[in-house]
């Protein structure tokens, strides 16, 4: 008799990765007696890791997928300092209708918690939830090209837009680009560039205004890498490392 895998393995695939985030140095600068901003010879060094592992299943029209994950954090050589540690869960799921021109998506990132705080004796909190609802367009240049746009439900910030486009040079290469901007920018934007009005720059905008990368995949061994311009702060380099299981 032939034995049946179990329905967790059939029609599944796992991977396991982790991903590297290194924002370089970043020049320490003091507030004044009247606001300014004061130079000084300081500087940190702030980077992260993330562990993951994740299972996808396809379940007819839909794809189920979880990822659980440990973050790992070091805010740089400040007082108090330490490595942070975390732990949280990914959950999505996709609908592939009959068309392959439209993928649709939803999805509920960072639902965990610190384990180990930035900063000593300041306490843990949450993980940074959102919900994500977006979806994929393939009709670019013979499907090579493609579109992706979300919208974000952060739990403690403003709601906001994601989007992109990723090109597939060939099967195992591909190249990407994207930006964000939250529904208070937009205001913002339109107000000071369409009306005319003067404002002063809100509070609380997207720090990451645009990213650029690439992801090569060998024999089920895929790396990705990715430089984001964060405003204020410069490039931030991502690596990450992922194989299949």
Same mark, same amino acid.
Request: proline content about 3%.
């Given at each position: 008799?032939?034995?049946?895998?179990?329905?967790?393995?059939?029609?599944?695939?796992?991977?396991?990765?982790?991903?590297?985030?290194?924002?370089?140095?970043?020049?320490?600068?003091?507030?004044?007696?009247?606001?300014?901003?004061?130079?000084?010879?300081?500087?940190?060094?702030?980077?992260?890791?993330?562990?993951?592992?994740?299972?996808?299943?396809?379940?007819?029209?839909?794809?189920?997928?979880?990822?659980?994950?440990?973050?790992?954090?070091? %805010?740089?050589?400040?007082?108090?300092?330490?490595?942070? &540690?975390?732990?949280?869960?990914?959950?999505?799921?996709?609908?592939?209708? !009959?068309?392959?021109?439209?993928?649709?998506?939803?999805?509920?990132?960072?639902?965990?918690?610190?384990?180990?705080?930035?900063?000593?004796?300041?306490?843990?909190?949450?993980?940074?939830?959102?919900?994500?609802?977006?979806?994929?367009?393939?009709?670019?240049?013979?499907?090579?090209?493609?579109?992706?746009?979300?919208?974000?439900?952060?739990?403690?910030?403003?709601?906001?837009?994601?989007?992109?486009?990723?090109?597939? &040079?060939?099967?195992?290469?591909? %190249?990407?680009?994207?930006?964000?901007? !939250?529904? *208070?920018?937009?205001?913002?934007?339109?107000?000071?560039?369409? &009306?005319?009005?003067?404002?002063?720059?809100?509070?609380? #905008?997207?720090?990451? *205004?645009?990213?650029?990368?690439?992801?090569?995949?060998?024999?089920? #061994?895929? &790396?990705?890498?990715?430089?984001?311009?964060?405003?204020? %702060?410069?490039?931030?380099?991502?690596?990450?490392?992922?194989?299949?299981?």
């Amino acid at each position: 008799l032939r034995r049946r895998r179990p329905l967790f393995i059939r029609d599944s695939h796992y991977a396991v990765g982790l991903t590297y985030q290194g924002e370089g140095d970043i020049e320490v600068s003091d507030i004044a007696s009247d606001g300014s901003r004061v130079e000084t010879d300081q500087a940190i060094n702030p980077y992260s890791m993330t562990l993951t592992g994740t299972g996808a299943r396809a379940v007819g029209p839909f794809n189920l997928g979880a990822t659980f994950k440990l973050p790992i954090d070091y %805010l740089g050589d400040i007082e108090d300092s330490q490595w942070a &540690l975390g732990w949280g869960f990914d959950a999505g799921i996709q609908y592939q209708p !009959n068309t392959k021109l439209f993928t649709f998506g939803a999805s509920l990132v960072n639902i965990g918690r610190q384990a180990i705080e930035h900063l000593e004796g300041s306490g843990t909190d949450w993980l940074p939830m959102e919900a994500k609802v977006g979806l994929v367009y393939r009709g670019i240049a013979r499907s090579q090209g493609r579109v992706v746009a979300d919208l974000n439900f952060p739990y403690h910030d403003y709601t906001y837009m994601s989007g992109g486009v990723e090109y597939e &040079l060939t099967k195992t290469f591909m %190249l990407r680009a994207g930006s964000q901007i !939250n529904f *208070k920018e937009l205001n913002y934007y339109f107000n000071d560039f369409v &009306l005319g009005e003067d404002l002063e720059e809100p509070e609380g #905008v997207r720090t990451t *205004k645009l990213t650029g990368g690439f992801s090569l995949e060998i024999k089920g #061994v895929t &790396l990705e890498y990715a430089a984001q311009y964060w405003k204020n %702060l410069g490039i931030l380099n991502v690596v990450a490392l992922r194989f299949g299981v």
